[in-house]
């Protein structure tokens, strides 16, 4: 099995910046190879997607996070990271990574592999 760790989670004022890391038993494995989704479970609320990474480069956002949040491409793609740009109070939640070797549905919760999820506290 994929095991998926988050880390980068933590306090940040709105309108600063924050990275967050989806680390794997194998990153680079993991990066070259599968489809990258993010979760975001904000207080008293389900959890929804925030974005996603495909094995092609396609990504895809969430309405509220566009233009703000990132997964940048790099050529190693060695460490799937989420840059959170310009957060909002809105975005305080626990942020989860998970992975699939199949490209899964815009949101949809069918990653087989998935991290514990990070808490991100915007203020």
């Known amino acids: 099995d994929v095991q998926l760790v988050e880390s980068g989670g933590g306090s940040v004022q709105a309108g600063g910046s924050l990275r967050l890391s989806c680390a794997g038993s194998?990153?680079?494995?993991?990066?070259?190879?599968?489809?990258m989704g993010w979760f975001r479970q904000a207080p008293g609320k389900e959890r929804g997607g925030v974005a996603d990474l495909n094995r092609d480069g396609s990504t895809n956002y969430a309405d509220s996070v566009k233009g703000r949040f990132t997964i940048p491409l790099d050529n190693a793609r060695s460490l799937p990271t989420l840059e959170m740009n310009n957060p909002t109070p809105e975005d305080t939640g626990i942020y989860t990574c998970?992975?699939?070797?199949?490209?899964?549905?815009?949101?949809?919760?069918?990653?087989?592999?998935w991290g514990q999820g990070t808490q991100v506290t915007v203020s």
């Open positions: 194998d990153s680079e494995y993991i990066a070259r190879s599968y489809c």
């Open positions: 998970a992975a699939d070797w199949d490209r899964i549905q815009w949101a949809k919760e069918e990653y087989s592999f």
